[in-house]
């Protein structure tokens, strides 16, 4: 076995999120750290010594300007260069939440140009308010490094930015390259088709979360570090009962985990 | 020049916040637009040079997929694209709190590597693009909805108008200010009526056309001056305007809470006699399983979770500025009832906020009411307040990465002059750091007071003194803030890793008063202060020494730092973009110095500024209220009767509000604010997982029965001490580690008859605490929620909140996969429940609802739900036991609404059927109606299920305690219940159940 890969969790600047996707990471074998981005920035830590980057889920800025928006000004005008120096190698970066924003407004997501300009975009929710709820998740794409081996999952979202939108020569590309890693489904399965809830935000074709045409870099809607243990399942506890009756006991984890291991395994 | 960019949405694409808006309108003033089209606008008041701000407006401010955005004036041509008949620009006032401008300054900073300077800065607005035909006065009206005039001003203009203007835009909110006022020294030695008047009214600042010009009230009695006036004599001198406002400050009721310190009548202080007594003989007598840590001294009350963590919980009310301006002060108050755990011992990180609301009628009919007599300035309808209020919690829980787990929405029309925001936050502290207690802190004479965080301006100058005013039309708009929850979120996490590394020795935060009382209190530490105002930062220029020391300008915190970790700390917060500054040094010369530009302007004693003011003697009277018991026939329908339960605001789903509410940030949400097979019933508490690694939970709840205190406070006291606990029981919380927090909201607390009822609520409060040996770890108090004002005749009017106490109440649940929701889990499990059903109606949502639908307004009646601790104290260790061994499939309180709803919740959280039979119903005398048994509010009362094959085992542990089998659930999807007389009285289907209960706030 090989030593352990070392994540580095950005925090700062009203990322919040960065505890528990720390302790996600820790706990599928990781050796994580939460680097504040001003100490990238000044130079004091080094992204170049770290396997995976981890951009969490969070409020950074507010939202002022539109979501992920100013934080991915601050990583274009004080980290290009490392950034860019970081996805060229054979390196892992997944941003949740408020992280995928920040990669898709970026421009490291749906594939990173050395502009770093942006293509894509997360906008408001169709219902023009902030959610909070728990979707499911079909994985679809065979090169996603993160999504390997899952099928559908059970996650909560919590934003109000979270509608995926592209002109339709973009989403053609992401079709054809296998980029499309999570789409929104119903509980068995089949295709939201953009209906609520199904379907929480209006996503065009139910995108809730896409990778680059190597698989390596991932971002996601959905906070798969919000569901590590089974315990944080809605209905855990209605699980628990109705498996005790069948001489079951309750599974440990949650949904969310594999996809931190997926990131472990890949050093392996 | 100050340079505009727009921001639209592209012409192309639907604009859904617009849309939203456009809803909203339409619903809230029955005005339909064609469309709304919304921009944000950015007037950046600083030179640049033209490519610079060209790189700004393409690659900044727009998202380049869904935006367009344009470049300064003329306007006309970008907009025309858009479509529109009318144009609405809304921008702040001077002085508001502008975050998005904050924002894009420093965004522009970033991108151009460069920075701003003194007031160089960039303002925030937005136009609103309205398409339909409609007069101006329509317009007006719509735009009068889409802002608030005490922090916000409008433009509005018809298309025509803005191409021959060639545009529109708001004057710059540059502050200006005139000269900072001189210091004065006041005179104290005048006549007892003139002194009452620089109490009410505030210091004498000079006349203008003959007109006194009045700082604003100092809120002190004559008592209050007499003292201050003794000490200054007895000092040979005057006191500054400083040390006046800075005393006013200390002493008022909202901080040192005067009322709950008076001697009343031949009470020793209700606090003293009946909360911290109830807590001191619980200690006692709990001695080794004590698991207080500290109580009553901090800024939140710290309890123990285990050997190496503690827990912080603190709830606050920010009523009078969420009476003003709803989102601000909301958001305010939980931006800054979040600082008390950040300020508890050496602080500790920020793990669940809760919230409860008390609105007025936001549905029935409106009758407006004006604060002043010329009716220019209206009370706000309570749907505004609310969705203001609950805006703000959104933004500050959110924003913050804090679950906001638990909460409740109350109405009652007597909220509607001034509603209440109850705001709550509980943090997780290591129990020791550097081998040293966490909860433990002390300045030392010779630290650095150092102040971080956001700059000071004239915000919230008298707020303390003003929430302890009744509201009028003279209420200084200054007290109205918008919290700022990233510059706080990036000083609390800069705080914590200074705390990890042991860089300070105290820290409190600022709340009311500013620095006059952070700095105040954390100088008792170590027995004295000297301050250089001079080095405080601030927003703009211009303000007076005594305005700098007592501002409440939010998102601050102040540290005690040793000299020679100075450099370290500052060097910390400089590096996470966090804005510090030292300020002066504690001491130990017993008084507190204030010094600005090199004169000294306030030099006080510190006991006497602590503990100099005389102590209030107050009486109080109890008169029972007499209200009859109505006498009500059975209803016809007992289906319907059932539905009309469920769809009663007060009960119905506030589904909404937990949705735009982040609660599952951080992981460790295990029991939920919503339940169910289809995640839609509120649940009566939560439970959260503190430590990602632990099993150990901590469950959290709130309760309270303003409607019993009509009839009896004592009761309504008891009622929410019980279902509180209870409500934590049902959950899997140990029964024996629960602790309380009380908030009072009263009104026209100078009454006798108010006081009177306050020392009843409190003598509950000890009694029952004592009963269920939950201590009250801490608590607050707001004394004066009354409106005083005009209805739409003009003629005045006085509204004051229903008396009020809400606890809260958190418990430790050893082992989280023992918890338990309300849920029914599989057909063919039995239905049980525990506890007597009285007749016990009297304040109730059945008799409001009765007198609502046959008089128009609520039946008090007499019988108000007691509580009986011969019968609970019994049944609740039981219950828990029982949970504990996996007897129970599920959990429910019997609460507001009786067994019906209850019920009710459980059939719709399982999405399974259930048969009942009201006739096995264990109940007390002459209980035994239909409509009784289903709407009784007796306290007590539990409703679970239970497996059949542990029923044997289950009835066995419960042996001797009142319960019954009433029922089972069935796979069909239908409540059917039967009546006493064994006819079937109800028969509904579970969707239509659902639609009773979600159709009341189904678009909001």
Redesign the interface.
């Known amino acids: 076995m090989s030593a352990k890969p070392k994540a580095l969790i950005l925090t700062g600047y009203g990322i919040n999120c960065d505890w528990e996707t720390e302790f996600a990471f820790n706990q599928a074998g990781a050796q994580a750290e939460r680097v504040h981005i001003n100490d990238l920035i000044a130079g004091q830590r080094k992204l170049s010594d770290y396997q995976i980057l981890a951009v969490p889920g969070g409020f950074s800025y507010g939202d002022d300007l539109g979501s992920g928006k100013v934080l991915a000004n601050k990583i274009r005008a004080g980290l290009r260069d490392e950034i860019l120096g970081f996805v060229s190698g054979d390196r892992l970066v997944i941003g949740i939440c408020n992280g995928f924003q920040v990669l898709v407004k970026s421009g490291l997501l749906p594939r990173p140009t050395p502009e770093l300009n942006q293509t894509v975009t997360l906008t408001f929710n169709l219902s023009g308010k902030y959610e909070d709820r728990w979707v499911w998740l079909s994985a679809r794409s065979d090169k996603c490094v993160f999504t390997t081996g899952i099928e559908r999952i059970y996650l909560p979202i919590a934003h109000g930015e979270g509608r995926f939108f592209a002109q339709e020569k973009e989403i053609a590309g992401l079709k054809k390259n296998d980029q499309i890693a999570f789409q929104y489904v119903d509980s068995r399965g089949k295709p939201a088709r953009g209906n609520f809830p199904e379907n929480p935000n209006g996503s065009v074709l139910d995108i809730a979360g896409i990778c680059d045409p190597t698989g390596r870099i991932f971002g996601m809607m959905p906070h798969p570090e919000r569901f590590l243990n089974f315990t944080s399942h809605p209905n855990w506890e209605r699980e628990k009962e109705l498996l005790s009756r069948q001489g079951k006991k309750l599974p440990e984890e949650g949904d969310g985990f594999r996809i931190f291991q997926n990131a472990v395994q890949y050093f392996r | 020049m100050a340079t505009r960019i727009q921001v639209f949405t592209k012409p192309g694409l639907p604009d859904?916040?617009g849309?939203?808006?456009r809803k909203r309108i339409a619903r809230d003033l029955g005005i339909e637009l064609d469309s709304v089209r919304i921009g944000e606008i950015y007037t950046i008041d600083r030179e640049f040079p033209g490519a610079d701000l060209e790189r700004l407006r393409r690659?900044?401010?727009p998202?380049?997929?869904?935006q367009e955005s344009n470049l300064s004036e003329p306007a006309p041509v970008f907009l025309k694209s858009q479509g529109f008949d009318w144009i609405v620009e809304i921008g702040f006032l001077p002085g508001v709190t502008d975050?998005?401008g904050?924002?894009?300054r420093?965004?522009i900073e970033?991108?151009l590597?460069m920075k701003f300077r003194g007031q160089e800065t960039v303002y925030t607005s937005r136009q609103y693009l309205l398409g339909g035909r409609l007069d101006r006065a329509l317009v007006e009206q719509v735009a009068a909805g889409l802002f608030n005039p005490l922090i916000e001003r409008s433009a509005v203009r018809s298309r025509e108008e803005f191409e021959r203007e060639g545009g529109l835009s708001l004057p710059l909110p540059r502050v200006q200010l005139p000269p900072e006022a001189p210091v004065l020294s006041v005179d104290l030695n005048l006549p007892d009526e003139e002194l009452a008047r620089l109490g009410r009214q505030g210091i004498l600042e000079g006349t203008r056309d003959g007109r006194e010009i009045r700082r604003g009230p100092l809120a002190l009695d004559l008592d209050y001056l007499h003292a201050i006036r003794d000490y200054f004599n007895r000092e040979g001198r005057k006191p500054t305007d400083l040390e006046l406002e800075s005393i006013a400050q200390t002493w008022s009721e909202h901080c040192k809470h005067t009322i709950f310190a008076a001697c009343l009548d031949r009470v020793d202080g209700l606090f003293k006699t009946y909360i911290r007594r109830a807590t001191e003989e619980i200690r006692k007598k709990q001695g080794r399983k004590d698991f207080c840590v500290s109580i009553f001294t901090d800024n939140a009350g710290v309890i123990r979770l285990n050997r190496d963590w503690n827990l912080a919980y603190k709830v606050e009310t920010h009523n009078t500025p969420s009476a003003l301006d709803p989102y601000g002060g909301a958001i305010t108050g939980i931006v800054g009832v979040n600082r008390d755990p950040l300020g508890t011992g050496k602080g500790s990180r920020l793990v669940v906020n809760t919230y409860g609301f008390c609105f007025g009628d936001p549905i029935g009919k409106w009758e407006p009411l004006f604060r002043d007599r010329e009716k220019e300035n209206p009370v706000l309808h309570p749907r505004t307040v609310f969705e203001g209020v609950r805006r703000g919690v959104?933004?500050g829980g959110?924003?913050?990465?804090i679950p906001t787990g638990f909460g409740f929405v109350r109405f009652d029309p007597r909220y509607r002059g001034k509603p209440l925001v109850f705001v709550g936050t509980l943090g997780l502290m290591p129990a020791r750091i550097g081998g040293k207690p966490t909860e433990q802190k002390g300045a030392r004479p010779g630290d650095l007071i150092v102040v971080a965080g956001g700059r000071v301006g004239k915000d919230g100058i008298h707020g303390a003194t003003f929430s302890s005013e009744e509201l009028h039309a003279g209420s200084p708009v200054t007290a109205v803030q918008i919290g700022d929850?990233?510059t706080q979120?990036?000083l609390g996490?800069a705080q914590l890793e200074a705390r990890d590394r042991e860089l300070y020795s105290s820290v409190t935060d600022n709340g009311a008063g500013g620095i006059s009382c952070s700095i105040g209190e954390m100088a008792r530490e170590c027995g004295g202060c000297r301050v250089e105002l001079d080095q405080v930062p601030l927003k703009y220029p211009g303000l007076a020494p005594y305005e700098i020391w007592i501002s409440e300008s939010q998102e601050r915190m102040t540290y005690a730092v040793p000299p020679e970790k100075a450099d370290e700390f500052l060097r910390l917060l400089a590096?996470?973009?966090v804005e510090a500054a030292a300020i002066g040094k504690f001491t130990d010369s017993g008084r507190c110095v204030v010094t600005y530009r090199g004169k000294t302007l306030m030099d006080v004693d510190l006991d006497f500024l602590h503990d100099g003011l005389p102590r209030r003697k107050l009486k109080s009277k109890w008169i029972a209220p007499r209200h009859p018991e109505p006498a009500l026939k059975e209803p016809g329908d007992y289906g319907k009767a059932l539905e009309a339960m469920l769809s009663r605001p007060n009960l119905a789903s506030k589904e909404?509000v937990?949705?735009?509410?982040?609660?599952?940030?951080?992981?460790?949400?295990?029991?939920?604010p919503?339940?169910?097979?289809e995640?839609d019933v509120h649940s009566e508490a939560v439970v959260y997982?503190p430590l990602?690694?632990s099993r150990e939970g901590v469950a959290i709840t709130g309760s309270l029965f303003p409607g019993y205190g009509d009839i009896d406070p004592y009761w309504m006291a008891a009622a929410a001490i019980d279902q509180a606990v209870r409500n934590l029981v049902a959950v899997g919380a140990d029964p024996e580690r629960i602790a309380l927090l009380d908030n009072f909201c009263w009104c026209s607390s100078d009454e006798p008859e108010r006081l009177g009822q306050l020392k009843r609520t409190c003598q509950a409060c000890y009694d029952f605490a004592l009963h269920y040996q939950a201590p009250f770890i801490s608590g607050k108090d707001s004394m004066y929620n009354d409106f005083k004002g005009f209805d739409a005749r003009g003629g005045p009017i006085k509204i004051s909140v229903p008396p009020t106490l809400l606890i809260s109440a958190i418990g430790i649940v050893s082992d989280?996969?023992r918890?338990?929701?309300l849920?029914a889990?599989?057909a063919g499990d039995l239905v049980y429940v525990l506890g007597l059903t009285r007749k016990e109606m009297g304040g109730g949502q059945y008799y409001a609802a009765r007198g609502e639908k046959e008089k128009g307004r609520a039946y008090v009646g007499a019988s108000v739900p007691r509580v009986r601790p011969e019968e609970t104290l019994k049944l609740y260790p039981r219950v828990a036991d029982i949970i504990k061994e996996?007897l129970v499939?599920s959990a429910a309180p019997v609460g507001e609404g009786g067994l019906g709803i209850s019920l009710a919740r459980k059939v719709m959280a399982g999405c399974l059927g259930m048969g009942i039979d009201l006739a096995l119903v264990p109940k007390g005398p002459g209980a035994g109606r239909d409509d009784y048994l289903l709407f009784s509010e007796s306290a007590g009362r539990f409703l679970v299920t239970v497996?059949p094959r542990k029923s044997e085992k289950f009835e066995k542990r419960m042996k001797g305690l009142p319960l019954a089998r009433i029922g089972t659930v069935i796979m069909e999807p239908v409540l059917k219940i039967q009546g006493v007389e064994g006819k079937e009285i109800i028969s509904i289907k579970i969707e239509k159940l659902k639609e009773a209960y979600k159709k009341t706030f189904k678009d909001w």
């Open positions: 859904y916040l849309e939203r808006a690659e900044l401010f998202d380049p997929v869904t975050n998005p904050r924002t894009a420093e965004a970033d991108l590597g959104e933004d959110n924003k913050s990465g929850p990233i979120k990036k996490d590096s996470r973009g909404f937990v949705r735009q509410f982040d609660h599952e940030v951080q992981g460790g949400s295990v029991i939920k919503l339940v169910g097979v995640e997982r990602p690694d989280l996969r918890s338990l929701t849920t889990k599989s996996g499939a497996d």
